[in-house]
């Protein structure tokens, strides 16, 4: 008995010593971050003084772009990776539904280059409501791109950091807190702004931003089991009235009003608070200046917090020189490639799937890079029948990768729409309507109409048989009223109707190369010429003419009218009758016409652009409706055979033989703002061989233009011998 009480008693005074020596165990600290759109750039600046004061994180919790940033340095982004990350981003883009030029096709680039904006209408539009003015596509696959390996539905308890995020069911108005599902999906949830980016749905809930009903979620971090509060707080504080002028600062003060009263318990439970200084600053402040500030105010914010910061420390029971553990970091790079077993899509026919994996070179049971992936992303909504197209990469059984495709059917119908002013028209506006008829072979029917000095009515009709081949019909009618000068004087006035149709054939090969051929029939109805100066001897009444024509379009530029890189080539023949085999009782005559420019970049901001294009008209007896013209700043403005000459603002008649070459020296100065300086020489001759002896023109011009939303906005001051003269030219929108 003696014994055994001995042992009994030993015992109690091992788990005596063990228990003593175990250290308390520490309190747990939650980091809260606020919602504010751009203003949680901050958020950045703020960790990296955090990290640097040794404070250990046990808890991330975050609302709409706090989800964001909280989201990724939970998996592992140092704060450094996410200040990479956010710079290097083109934020235009990606708050935008626009796909990449790249890859956008040629009709979808050139729509891009008219219209100012484009609204879905009819049943199918009611039915694919979206509930925002952005869907929010490339938000989402940027997330994708970011949270790889987190693509399952997760316990966000079991992240390197526990995370949980604040969004808001509009079904019933209740506060959802994400502690598990996707993290793309749950971050996207967070920062779907009402009205601005279309709501997520999920399961039987609608969800939008959390910051409607909580921007400072405190009381998810206690919830969690954090013992001690670090908050970092972006929001504007409430604005007077003489301050709420404008749609954001509304909608940005109706979310802070909402949430007031649980915002105000929230600040009362912080233990160490950073209030950013964001004055200056809005939500939507993503210009890279901005982001610079914004994350060197967080740091400037966390900074004044020093001392109560090491307080902290302190209360935990650590060392001063205590640094934490660091976590593995996410091994994020824009080329990373995975191994992917198997590719699948929603509703996407099995011909369309081979073809979109060849297109690609997406290949299953083969590494595929997270590029390569968006490339297709884009394939989808430029070349075939979607509106939008988002991927999830879900782990496969035995490791590796599923990749799945999410598609939304694209609308049916479309309004279109471009305005421009420009001191030659004054005032033009341009309305289209398309409509898209799904069937075995897809077709398209689209109207547009054109009015200002020139007004004009267009349709198209045609089918696809295989992606990017394309079958058309089309019927014009424009009516045309314009001054001819020669040598910069009024020389006569030309008005006429003009018909057109058209029965063609058109094929895209290599992204960036379109092929057409086809049968013209055109139609010009003049009306008797008001005044001909300097014996020009026009007689003209009434011609009409068949033609055969075939078209080159090359293009790689980045953008339509500001590029910094790539060609635009063009290249178009036309043979002329007016019975299908001859014209005026000889041979046909025939147009051949070229254009090359390109953009040699010096350094980031200054590119030079060299530029080469001309039109040759080779037979007898040419008719007055085909004679080359030349003038203006873009091809095409007045009449289809007009070549652009800065210096020259009007259009000249030329000789059957006509070459210009154009150098441009363009300064980027900021981020849209840009100084272009322009020199032209042109060739004029009666047949190629002239074109050295007879009529040579020079013209120059310097110029500001804006690269905007609405289109390029531009004012130059030009210069030609020929019309010897300085004049002005201002351009406001996109150029049609």
């Given at each position: ?7 009994i ?5 091992c788990i005596?010593?063990h228990?003593?020596?175990?250290p ?12 504010g759109?751009?203003?949680?750039m901050a ?9 640097k004061a040794?404070?250990?994180i046990?808890?991330?919790v975050?609302?709409?772009m706090?989800s964001i940033?909280?989201?990724l340095?939970s998996i592992g982004?140092?704060?450094e990776?996410?200040?990479?990350m ?7 883009f990606l708050?935008?539904?626009k796909i990449?030029?790249?890859?956008q ?11 100012v904006?484009?609204?879905?209408f009819g ?9 925002g003015l952005?869907?929010?596509?490339n938000l989402?696959?940027?997330?994708s791109?970011?949270t790889?390996g987190y693509?399952?539905?997760i316990?966000?308890?079991k992240l390197?950091?526990?995370?949980a995020c604040v ?5 019933n ?7 598990k599902g996707?993290l793309a999906?749950a971050?996207?949830?967070s ?6 980016f279309?709501p997520v749905r ?14 400072y979620?405190?009381n998810?971090?206690?919830?969690m089991g954090?013992?001690?509060i670090i908050?970092?707080?972006v929001?504007s504080d409430?604005k ?5 002028n ?6 940005g ?7 007031l009263?649980?915002y105000?318990?929230?600040l009362e439970e ?7 200084n ?5 939500a939507?402040?993503?210009t890279?200046?901005?982001v610079d ?10 900074l004044?917090?020093?001392g109560?910061l090491?307080k902290l420390k302190?209360?935990?029971g ?7 553990k660091?976590?593995?970091s ?6 990373r490639k995975?191994?992917?077993k198997?590719i699948?899509?929603?509703g996407?026919?099995e011909k369309?799937k081979?073809?979109?994996l060849k297109?690609?070179d997406?290949?299953?049971d083969s590494e595929?890079?997270i590029?390569r992936i968006?490339?297709?992303?884009a394939?989808l909504?430029s ?6 197209a988002t991927?999830n ?5 035995g ?9 939304s059917?694209?609308?049916e119908?479309k ?6 002013f ?6 033009s ?9 799904r069937g075995?072979?897809?077709t398209?029917?689209s ?6 000095k ?9 089918f696809?048989p295989?992606p ?7 019927y014009?009618?424009?009516y ?9 004087d009024?020389s ?7 018909h057109?149709?058209e029965?063609?054939?058109?094929d ?5 190369v379109r092929?057409?051929i086809?049968l013209?029939?055109e139609?010009y109805?003049y009306?008797k010429f008001?005044y001909q100066?300097?014996?020009q001897g ?7 003419f068949?033609?055969y024509?075939a078209q ?9 009218y500001?590029p910094?890189k790539g ?5 178009s ?6 019975n ?13 016409k070229?254009?090359c ?6 350094t980031?901001?200054?590119s030079i652009?060299?530029a080469?294009y001309g039109?040759f008209l080779i037979?007898k007896?040419?008719?007055y409706?085909?004679?080359n013209?030349m003038?203006?700043?873009?091809q095409?403005?007045f009449l289809?055979?007009q070549?652009p ?6 259009v000249?008649?030329?000789r059957n033989?006509?070459l210009?070459?154009s150098?441009?020296f363009?300064?980027?100065m900021?981020?849209v703002?840009?100084l ?6 042109a060739l004029?001759?009666s047949k ?7 009529d040579?023109m ?5 110029g500001?233009?804006l690269?905007s939303?609405f289109g390029?906005?531009?004012a130059?001051?030009n210069?030609?011998n020929?019309?010897?003269k300085v004049?002005?030219?201002v351009?406001?929108g996109?150029?049609?």
């Open positions: 008995m003696k014994f055994s009480t001995l042992l008693a030993a015992g109690l005074l005596s010593v228990i003593t020596a175990q308390h165990s520490r309190k747990k600290v939650g980091i809260v971050l606020s919602g759109g751009a203003k949680g958020h950045i600046g703020a960790l990296k003084v955090i990290e040794g404070i250990p046990d808890y991330v975050g609302t709409s706090g940033i909280g989201g340095y982004y140092t704060p990776q996410l200040d990479s956010v710079r290097r981003q083109d934020w235009t708050l935008s539904d990449p030029r790249s890859e096709n040629m009709a979808e680039r050139e729509a891009a280059e008219k219209y904006f484009s609204l879905p049943k199918d539009a009611k039915t694919q409501a979206i509930g952005i869907k929010g596509q989402a696959n940027l997330f791109e970011l790889v693509h399952d539905s316990d966000f308890n390197p950091i526990p995370f969004s808001e069911n509009i079904v108005g209740n506060e959802v807190n994400f502690h996707v999906t971050m996207r949830a920062m779907a702004i009402p009205g601005v279309t999920l399961d039987s809930m609608v969800l939008v931003d959390g910051g409607v009903v909580n921007n979620p405190v998810v971090a206690r919830a954090a013992d001690i908050g970092v707080d929001q409430l007077p009235a003489n301050e709420l404008s749609a954001g600062s509304i909608l003060q109706l979310i802070n009003l909402m949430g009263q649980l105000k318990k929230n912080t233990n160490a608070y950073i209030k950013v964001v004055e200056g600053y809005s939507a402040s993503f890279p200046n901005a500030t914004l994350i060197r105010r967080g740091e400037e914010a966390a004044a917090q020093e109560a090491m302190q209360e935990l650590l060392d001063s020189t205590y640094m934490p660091p976590l593995p996410y091994p994020y790079s824009p080329s995975v191994y992917i198997e699948t899509f929603d996407l026919d369309d081979r073809w979109l297109r690609c997406l290949k299953e595929i890079s590029r968006e490339e297709a992303t394939i909504c070349n075939l029948e979607y509106s939008s991927y990469l879900p782990e496969a059984p490791g590796g990768y599923n990749l799945h495709f999410l598609l059917k694209k609308y119908n309004l279109n729409v471009g305005i421009r420009d001191s030659e028209e004054t005032a506006l341009l309305i289209n309507v398309t409509s898209n008829f075995k072979v897809p398209t029917l109207l547009t109409g054109r009015l200002g020139r007004y004009a009515a267009r349709i198209d009709y045609g696809e295989a990017l081949k394309n079958i058309g019909l089309a014009m009618f424009q045309n009223d314009i001054n001819f000068y020669r040598y910069g009024k006569h006035n030309s008005t006429f109707r003009y057109l149709g029965l063609s054939f058109s895209v090969w290599y992204k960036n092929f057409a086809g013209r029939y139609l109805d009306d008001l100066e300097g014996n026009f007689d003209v009444g009434t011609e009409h068949f033609s024509f080159m379009h090359y293009e790689t530029f980045d953008k339509a500001f910094t060609i635009s080539a063009r290249a023949y036309s043979l002329y009758t007016d299908f085999t001859g014209y005026d009782g000889h041979a046909p005559f025939s147009a051949i070229g254009y420019q390109g953009v040699v970049p010096v980031r901001r200054f652009l060299p080469i039109r037979g007896d040419i008719p409706s085909k004679l013209a003038g203006g700043d873009v095409g403005r289809q055979q070549l000459f800065v210096g020259i603002n009007n000249e008649l030329m033989t006509l210009i070459g150098m441009k363009r300064q980027r900021g981020s703002h840009y272009t300086l322009t020199g032209n020489y004029s001759a190629l061989r002239y074109l050295l002896e007879q040579t020079f013209g120059c011009g310097i500001y233009g690269d939303m390029p906005l531009e130059s001051l210069y030609a020929r019309a010897n004049s002005m030219y351009n406001l996109f150029k049609f």
